[in-house]
Structures are given as structure tokens and as C-alpha cells.
């Protein structure tokens, strides 16, 4: 770090303070620390995705951002076409049941998504993304221990009407259409509407019946209206929707071990020499998710002082059915794991921010509750079609569920059901103490209030009755707080250059295990788990040399991580049983360095490289991994390559009254583990991912080429028990695009 440091000054100090070219590299807004700043001014890690690397880089969905960004793991959840599955920092979760909060916040327009469920958002009309890495407890609040990704969408314009709109095609019959269009509605109110449909045949077989598989159906829209009546006031009105049909995603069975029974290796079975080809049970896939929500922000400034209030509200309905053997009728075992989510949830945050000692000091204080509900149908499966014709009954939650013998084991169909309430108040000020020397701190006080209750099924609505006579449900209530501080102190070294420390704690609500279905514990033992809890301490470098044309920003972070909750499938159960508890305590370190440069004219180039080392420094608890190694201190945490790297390059060229250009990028890192036991089938060793894009604009029109794993590279995207999700393959995509 030191030897990077030096060097930064001493390229800063070869070029003269204010020495730009036109190729200078374009400053970069962010509102990281809740005002808006030059990412360059923010003591914070934090990565910068702006509106036309999203065009250029042909990014049509969130689950494509994780190439950008160091240390970030970003895929589609396992068996879901929308669920987010996301690690920052070797801090995420992979369990998407409701009652476990994701740790890394995603929010739009400073409303968070509550679920993982339906957070892979199509980016339509999208100003920015922001990631910030690292507790984000402060500002951000509960569940963003890892840190946050924050979508900003474009506001409506008062000053011209206009818009755009394009359609696609591409691999597997892939259509997609997409539109937005501002409308002045008066001197200060206009409206803006987006709406998109995006359709796949879908890039896998299922051989039992034939079925394309694996496709895409989504269908959605937002409108946002602003109304700025003086100087003083703005509010800005935002709904949106989306309904996704597009079914699950199919598994695939890993090769069994020829040498250890029982074992499986990591290599996927190609069925007739084909791996996306599935011999599945699963003929009649179930997936509807339909999400939505609204907001309402006002803002109020009066002198140097800003009253705000964000207003917002979510809510999704989820029926999905997830094939957990990837076997063909008869063929073994044939579970379907069946659930229907109803979730609903409001968020109230007032701010209120200004200045004071004559400029010298910017500071900011609030409130925020978060109200949420989910409840939750779920099934297991044991039904058995046979034939090619046969079919399992997904849309009858009580069609021949997974029941133990009599009622002491395992029970479906059963409903989880969760309520929260969250207080929290906070304050942050940064005070400049001497010119180029800053010194920030914030703190953040929450309450939040957990009511869990689930009931085992014999029918619609009808509980079970135990021989001893007892109702078989349970109701279990919890209270946390937190206290969650942050520090930081930031240094101009010379132009263009700064260095910052900070030390920052995140906080990760408690939850219960939503997955328990053996009537004894549930009804006997079950008990909440603990709150993670992250201390981040990180020190970096920000830097722009070369009159602008070089950006290198790198830092090295440590965290301390506490009571980690773990869900992990128990080793070879079939049915994949998903157990939930706090494992213990792990260190986490890496080094992160970013850069992006303009050597010539129309030429751009970035990459970056990221480390993590991690150990479990403290064990409360066996996760019953000694078969797979044995000291379980030793265990890899969950998406944590030792190393990875990222490189990107785009040229851009007039030829007379068009513009050209082309780029592409590649990704790629060493080996992970995907599960908590680290199990070879879950080990992932080939994880690359090259993609390239072609365009050409005259005017108002262009056209965009755009490969996606062009490589073709087929590595494991998430796996439980004995089956796993391979990447989706090459596919390409020709995009036409109107101004208008």
C-alpha cells in the first residue's frame, strides 16, 4: 500500500495543478454519503457504474454488474429467475427464504428491496449504480454489514419531450422491446414512463417431455413524476411493477465420485452429451413473481438546510417450485420443493441536513422505521410421476406432501410466517480541520422487533392436531438494538490525490430458520438466531494523475465478523435438508485496486484486482463438516476466491457523421467454495466470464452486437446437495436503438 501511495504522488506531482485535456476522464457523482460528491472526494470504497458504461457495456439486468466490481459475487439465485444471490467482501447470504434478511442492501432511488426475491432488476432508464463496499450500518442501517448497491433512475425532465425506445433478438429466440418517454405536463411538473418485455425461448431441454426450459417472460414498467413548484420544494412521485413468468431454473446432477461412495465430484452430467440438457420430474415448472412498490420523495430547502422524506413501500406475490434431484421419473428420488410468498412492507425515513461553521462542517440527522410482512405456503414433494406424460401437481401445495411417519419427524405442507418492526435514528457530520483534511463520524441507533410463527398443514388453512392434542404451530418473539458507529478521516496529499482510514461497524438482524419443518424442534427447541455483526477497519488511496487521463483508486479492509448465521444443506440428505445457526466468529482481509485510464483519444481501458484471505477465528457450534475436513476452522467461507481480476477496454471513432465503437470485458477468479462445508461437488475451479460488444450511432439511431460468455465458459453458479446451476451459455444479442 505504501509503495502504491508514493508512486501516486509522484505522478500527481509530475503534472500541473490544473492541467486537463478534452480526454480527461469524467468526474463521477455519487450520493454515498447521502449529498452528492465526486466519487473521488469519498472516503469510502465505492464503484460507479454510470448510464452509458450500462449502454456501452450492453449491462441489460443487475446479475451483470458483478464484473465491474472488485470483491462482488452478483448471480441469479439457486432455481430462480429473478432472486438475487449476493456476496460482497465474502459477506452475503445464499438463502432466500424471507426469514433470512440479505446482508447486502439493494435499494432504488434510496428505498430498499427487502427480499432477495425479484432483486434482480432489468436496468431501464437507470442514471447510475452505485456499490459500495463495507458496512454501510451508519447512513444505510440493518442488513447492510456487507454493503450496499444503489440504483439511482433517471428524474423526469422539464424542458424538452423526448425519449427512446429499442428492441432486441438474440440467442434461443430472445425478444426483447423497451421504451421511455418524458413528458412536460407544465413549467414544473413532468412525467417520465418506462416500460420493457423481455421473452427467451429458453437454452435448455428438458428430455422427459421435450419442454424448452430455462427461458425468460417478464414484463414491466415504472412512471415517475417530478414537481418543482419554487426553488424551495421538490417531490417526486415513483410507482413501478413487474411481472415475471418465466419458471424456475433447472438443476443439473454433478458426476458421482467413482473412487468415494456417496461422494460427487464438481464436474456436471451432460445427459446425451448435453449440459443443458435436464432429465427432470419436473414437467409442469411452476414460477410467477409478480413485485412492485411505490415511493414518495420530498425535498425542502430552505437557506442552507434540507428537510427530507423518502416514503416507500414493497410488496411481491412468489409461487415457485424448485426440482431438488434433477432426476427423471422413477429415476430415484423426485422432490419438488413448492412455496408461495406473499410479502408487503413500508419504509419511512426523514432526513435533515446542512451546514454549519461557516461551511467548514457538513452534517446530517434522521429517522427511519421499516414495517414488513411474508408469509409463506411451503411444500415438499415426494409425488412420483411416471411416464412421459405424468405430472407433478405444482399447483396443488397438498397433492401427496413429504410427511414423516406419524408426527414426529419431518412435516409439509407448512407456513412461516414473519413480521418486523424496525426503529432506528441516526447522525453523521464531516468537519474539514485544516485545508484538504477531513475528519467524519456518524452513529446510528436501531430497535427492531421480530414476531415468527409457523403452522403445520393437513389441508387449506386447517393445522394439524397432534396425538397428545396439541395445535401443531409455534409463535416466537424477538428484540434487538445495535449501536452502529462510524469513523473516518481523509487526507489531499496533493492535487487529484487523497488517502482516508475508516473504521465502521454493520449490523445484520436476527432471524429464525424458515426452513425447520420436524415438528419436535419447531414446537420444543426452536429458538432465534443471533445478529451478524461486522467491525470494517480500511484504509485506501483515491488518485486522478496524468491531467485526468489516469484513475487508480485501491484500499486494504479487514473485517471482523461475529456470529455468522449460516444456512447449509446437512451432507447427503435427499431431500437437500437446509439447516440454519450461528456458526461462530471469521477475519476477512483483501486488497482491492481499481483503475481506468484514456491513453489516446476515443480509447479507454479499466480493470481491477481484488484479494481475500479469510479463517474462522472462533467455532460455537459444529456445522458437521469433519467428513470433508478435519479441522472445520479451516473451512473456506462461502464465495471467497483467494484472487480476482477484472480488464475492460472501449474505442470509440467518428467516421464522418457516425460514431463507432467497440469493447468487451473479462472476469475471472481462482477457486471457491460455494457451500459451508466445502464438498468437492460445491468447490468452483473455472469461474471466467468474457463479454464483447460492436455499435454504431448516426443521429438518433443505433445499433449495438453484444456477446455474452462468449467463451462459452459453464461453471457452477450456486448448488445444494447433489445437484447445481451452470452459467448461462454464449449467447448474442443485436439491439436497435431510437432517439427521439
Known amino acids: 500500500m505504501r509503495a502504491i501511495l508514493l508512486a501516486m504522488v509522484a505522478g500527481s506531482a509530475a503534472v500541473p495543478a490544473g492541467a486537463q485535456t478534452a480526454d480527461e476522464l469524467a468526474d463521477v457523482v455519487v450520493t454515498a454519503q447521502r449529498r452528492e460528491q465526486s466519487s473521488q472526494d469519498v472516503p469510502i470504497a465505492v464503484t460507479?457504474?454510470?448510464?452509458?458504461?450500462?449502454?456501452?457495456?450492453a449491462i441489460a439486468n443487475l446479475d451483470q454488474i458483478g464484473a465491474a466490481v472488485p470483491n462482488l459475487y452478483l448471480a441469479r439465485n439457486f432455481g430462480t429467475s429473478s432472486g438475487a444471490l449476493v456476496f460482497l467482501r465474502g459477506v452475503g447470504e445464499g438463502d432466500s427464504i424471507f426469514t433470512n434478511d440479505p446482508p447486502v442492501g439493494i435499494y432504488v432511488d434510496d428505498v430498499i428491496l427487502p427480499r432477495s426475491t425479484g432483486a434482480l432488476l432489468d436496468l431501464i432508464d437507470i442514471e447510475r449504480i452505485e456499490v459500495l463496499r463495507g458496512p454501510q450500518g451508519t447512513l444505510y442501517g440493518r442488513n447492510t454489514s456487507g454493503g450496499a448497491i444503489k440504483l439511482v433512475t433517471k428524474r423526469p425532465e422539464f424542458d424538452r419531450i423526448g425519449g427512446e425506445a429499442d428492441v432486441?433478438?438474440?440467442?434461443?429466440?430472445?425478444?426483447?422491446?423497451?421504451?421511455?418517454?418524458?413528458?412536460?405536463?407544465?413549467?414544473?411538473?413532468?412525467?417520465?414512463?418506462?416500460?420493457?418485455?423481455?421473452?427467451?425461448?429458453?437454452?435448455?431441454?428438458?428430455?422427459?417431455?421435450?419442454?424448452?426450459?430455462?427461458?425468460?417472460?417478464?414484463?414491466?414498467?415504472?412512471?415517475?413524476?417530478?414537481?418543482?413548484?419554487d426553488a424551495h420544494l421538490s417531490v417526486l412521485a415513483t410507482a413501478d411493477v413487474t411481472l415475471d413468468r418465466s419458471g424456475p431454473r433447472f438443476p443439473q446432477r454433478f458426476v458421482a465420485d467413482a473412487v468415494v461412495p456417496g461422494r460427487f465430484t464438481n464436474d456436471f452430467v451432460a445427459p446425451g452429451g448435453d449440459i443443458d440438457a435436464f432429465d427432470s420430474a419436473d414437467t409442469m415448472p411452476l414460477g410467477r413473481t409478480d413485485t412492485g412498490g411505490a415511493s414518495l420523495r420530498v425535498d425542502y430547502r430552505l437557506g442552507g438546510t434540507t428537510l427530507s422524506s423518502i416514503t416507500g413501500y414493497r410488496a411481491l406475490r412468489s409461487r415457485i417450485g424448485f426440482d431438488q434431484t434433477a432426476n427423471p421419473p422413477g429415476g430415484g428420488a423426485n422432490i419438488i420443493l413448492l412455496q408461495d410468498q406473499h410479502q408487503s412492507s413500508i419504509s419511512q425515513e426523514v432526513q435533515l441536513a446542512g451546514k454549519a461553521l461557516g461551511g467548514r462542517v457538513d452534517w446530517l440527522a434522521g429517522a427511519y422505521y421499516f414495517g414488513e410482512h411474508n408469509d409463506?405456503?411451503?411444500?415438499?414433494?415426494?409425488?412420483?410421476?411416471?411416464?412421459?406424460?405424468?405430472?407433478?401437481?405444482?399447483?396443488?401445495?397438498?397433492?401427496?406432501?413429504?410427511?414423516?411417519?406419524?408426527?414426529?419427524?419431518?412435516?409439509?405442507?407448512?407456513?412461516?410466517?414473519?413480521?418486523?418492526?424496525?426503529?432506528?435514528?441516526?447522525?453523521?457530520?464531516?468537519?474539514?480541520?485544516?485545508?484538504?483534511?477531513?475528519?467524519?463520524a456518524g452513529l446510528r441507533y436501531t430497535d427492531e422487533r421480530k414476531r415468527y410463527a409457523v403452522r403445520f398443514l393437513t389441508a387449506p388453512d386447517t393445522v394439524l392436531v397432534l396425538p397428545d392434542g396439541r395445535v401443531a404451530a409455534r409463535r416466537i418473539a424477538e428484540r434487538w438494538t445495535d449501536l452502529s458507529p462510524r469513523v473516518?478521516?481523509?487526507?489531499?496529499?496533493?492535487?487529484?490525490?487523497?488517502?482516508?482510514?475508516?473504521?465502521?461497524?454493520?449490523?445484520?438482524?436476527g432471524s429464525f430458520d424458515g426452513r425447520a419443518r420436524n415438528i419436535p424442534f419447531v414446537?420444543?427447541?426452536?429458538?432465534?438466531?443471533?445478529?451478524?455483526?461486522?467491525?470494517?477497519?480500511?484504509?485506501?488511496?483515491?488518485?486522478?494523475?496524468?491531467?485526468?487521463?489516469l484513475r487508480v483508486n485501491a484500499d486494504y479492509f479487514v473485517n471482523d465478523y461475529s456470529d455468522i448465521a449460516f444456512s447449509a444443506a446437512r451432507a447427503n440428505s435427499t431431500p437437500p435438508e437446509i439447516f440454519r445457526q450461528n456458526v461462530g466468529d471469521a477475519r476477512i482481509s483483501g486488497l482491492e485496486v481499481e483503475w481506468t485510464a484514456r491513453p489516446a483519444q476515443g480509447v479507454e481501458l479499466g480493470g481491477w484486482i481484488a484479494t481475500l484471505a479469510d479463517r474462522f477465528t472462533r467455532l460455537v457450534s459444529s456445522p458437521g463438516c469433519t467428513a470433508f475436513v478435519a479441522d472445520e476452522r479451516d473451512l473456506d467461507l462461502r464465495f471467497t476466491p483467494a484472487f480476482r481480476y477484472g480488464a475492460r477496454a472501449n474505442v470509440n471513432r467518428q467516421a464522418g457523421r457516425a460514431r463507432l465503437w467497440a469493447g468487451g470485458d473479462y472476469s475471472a477468479a481462482s477457486s471457491y467454495n460455494i457451500a459451508l462445508c466445502n464438498e468437492p461437488q460445491h468447490r468452483v475451479t473455472n469461474a471466467a466470464a468474457l463479454n464483447v460488444q460492436v455499435g454504431a450511432e448516426l443521429g438518433d439511431w443505433a445499433a449495438t452486437l453484444a456477446a455474452t460468455n462468449l467463451a462459452d465458459r459453464r461453471y457452477n453458479t450456486g448448488s445444494v446437495g447433489s445437484i447445481g446451476y451452470p452459467v448461462a451459455p454464449r449467447e448474442v444479442m443485436l439491439r436497435l436503438r431510437r432517439r427521439f
Not at 457504474?49 to 457495456?57: K, N, R
Request: net charge positive; proline share 5%.
Open 48 to 57: 460507479a457504474i454510470s448510464a452509458a458504461q450500462i449502454e456501452g457495456g
Open 168 to 229: 432486441a433478438v438474440g440467442s434461443y429466440r430472445r425478444f426483447d422491446a423497451r421504451a421511455t418517454v418524458n413528458v412536460p405536463l407544465a413549467p414544473n411538473v413532468a412525467v417520465r414512463v418506462s416500460a420493457i418485455s423481455r421473452n427467451q425461448r429458453g437454452w435448455g431441454v428438458n428430455r422427459t417431455n421435450g419442454a424448452r426450459v430455462n427461458g425468460q417472460d417478464v414484463q414491466g414498467g415504472r412512471v415517475s413524476l417530478l414537481w418543482e413548484p
Open 376 to 440: 409463506q405456503l411451503t411444500a415438499v414433494s415426494f409425488a412420483t410421476p411416471t411416464g412421459p406424460d405424468a405430472r407433478f401437481r405444482n399447483e396443488d401445495f397438498f397433492n401427496a406432501p413429504s410427511r414423516g411417519t406419524g408426527t414426529s419427524g419431518n412435516w409439509s405442507p407448512y407456513e412461516p410466517r414473519l413480521d418486523t418492526d424496525s426503529f432506528s435514528v441516526f447522525g453523521s457530520a464531516t468537519l474539514a480541520v485544516f485545508a484538504g483534511t477531513h475528519v467524519s
Open 488 to 509: 473516518a478521516i481523509d487526507q489531499r496529499l496533493a492535487e487529484g490525490v487523497m488517502a482516508y482510514a475508516s473504521a465502521a461497524k454493520g449490523f445484520r438482524s
Open 523 to 549: 414446537l420444543d427447541r426452536q429458538g432465534a438466531i443471533a445478529p451478524e455483526r461486522v467491525w470494517s477497519y480500511e484504509a485506501g488511496v483515491k488518485a486522478e494523475l496524468f491531467g485526468r487521463r
